[in-house]
């Protein structure tokens, strides 16, 4: 998944950087927000089971499956739909009365997923994260003649440009 191609991060900076140069920055700001958030297409939670209800670790768009098992040496079960319940986006509820139908979740509990992500903050983050590497020199001060240039620290940068993602309304936390 790209989040943003090289023309659109040009409607937002101005550089006189190559499409390459621009794609690499590019593709190094996703990589820093994949590393910091996870997968934007797909997950797998190992969950603990022996509940009523489990939590996926970041909200969910779509299920792809859920499998559990009771011990390490048992088959996974794959289990239908009419065995859970997802309730508020993250929170799943095993049910009584379905084709696989137990009271709580087994030990073990595999979920695979398709996040919900709001692909507006990721946006935003990518292009707040290729401006700073646009700009970016690697010196706290530069002079060129008589003007002297400051540059912010990058850590303090990325960590205000990555902020999005820790408060957005899909709850897409930094581990």
């Known amino acids: ?21 621009l794609q690499r920055l590019a593709d190094g700001a996703e990589g820093t927000i994949i ?3 996870g997968s934007l297409t797909a997950r797998v939670d190992v969950l ?18 859920i499998k559990e098992r009771d011990f390490d040496s048992d088959d996974q079960v794959t289990l239908s739909t009419d065995d859970w ?9 095993r049910l009584q009365d379905g084709s696989n139908s137990r009271f709580e979740w087994a030990r073990h509990v595999e979920l695979t997923y398709v996040p919900d992500i709001d692909t507006g903050i990721l946006q935003t983050v990518q292009i707040a994260l290729v401006k700073l590497g646009v700009v970016y020199s690697g010196a ?10 400051s540059h912010p620290d990058n850590a303090a940068a990325v960590k205000a440009a990555m902020f999005p993602l820790m408060n957005s309304r899909t709850r897409m936390l930094i581990r």
Do not use: C, N, P
């Open 85 to 93: 319940r997802r309730e508020y986006g993250k929170r799943f509820i």
């Open 48 to 65: 603990e089971g022996l509940d009523r209800a489990i939590y996926a670790t970041a909200s969910v768009s779509s299920v792809t499956s």
């Open 1 to 21: 998944m790209s989040i943003l191609t090289v023309d659109q991060l040009r409607e937002h900076i101005e550089t006189d950087l190559g499409d390459d140069a």
């Open 140 to 149: 706290e001060r530069e002079t060129d003649g008589e003007f002297e240039f």
């Open 35 to 37: 590393a910091s958030v």
